[in-house]
T-cell receptor, first 115, second 112 residues
């Protein structure tokens, strides 16, 4: 089946630094990738949608200059949290889709802790 | 705009008992519906999905769900649960875009 690899699984960084999270579709070409944020005991909040070769579409309230998304190829999307602060600490999950009826495959998530 | 409601935030149940996790959606057009399971500190795993055709959908781990268009529901069921089914379950809907919108989740707790 479809596999999405997300790295790192955990990262601790100092306040003010930037962190990059990678999301790769290993055995299929993802026309669209999605980035979610999940707070403890809560649902997934869609942050942005990215299509290969074009700018990401951010959901209302998500700072695009803080959460930089790059979708350079059909198998790789990256999320960079710039100038991270403790309030950015969260669980970030990516998802890749080969099309709406094809389905959505999720990465295993990244636990970001900003100290 | 589409939305998903999972009325039960927590569902406690004893092992080998049946369980139903409720999901209702609102949409003015045809939708695709999904159920995902999430174990602690992990991503989401697809249990089953409804795209079209038969309204009764069978998924992995013995789960099934029934699409009811008139009641705009997509409830998840399992006739006999195991301890290992303890997890967070999310219902999700996709309308006419690629976006997947999630419900707030239901915590299924299975007791021995």
């Amino acid at each position: 089946g479809a596999v999405v690899s997300q790295h790192p699984s955990r990262v601790i960084c100092k306040s003010g630094t930037s962190v990059k999270i990678e999301c790769r579709s290993l055995d299929f070409q993802a026309t669209t990738m999605f980035w979610y944020r999940q707070f403890p005991k809560q649902s997934l909040m869609l942050m942005a949608t990215s299509n290969e070769g074009s700018k990401a579409t951010y959901e209302q309230g998500v700072e695009k200059d803080k959460f930089l998304i790059n979708h350079a190829s059909l198998t790789l999307s990256t999320l960079t949290v710039t100038s991270a602060h403790p309030e950015d600490s969260s669980f970030y999950i990516c998802s890749a889709s080969g099309g709406r009826s094809y389905g959505y495959t999720f990465g295993s998530g990244t636990r970001l802790t900003v100290v | 705009a589409q939305s998903v409601t999972q009325l039960d935030s927590q569902v406690p149940v004893f092992e080998e008992a049946p369980v139903e996790l409720r999901c209702n959606y609102s949409s003015s057009v045809s939708v695709y519906l999904f159920w995902y399971v999430q174990y602690p500190n992990q991503g989401l795993q697809l249990l089953l999905k409804y795209l079209s055709g038969s309204t009764l959908v069978k998924g992995i781990n013995g789960f099934e769900a029934e699409f009811n268009k008139s009641q705009t529901s997509f409830h998840l069921r399992k006739p006999s649960v195991h301890i290992s089914d303890t997890a967070e379950y999310f219902c999700a809907v996709s309308e006419d875009t690629d976006k997947l919108i999630f419900g707030t989740g239901t915590r299924l707790q299975v007791f021995p």
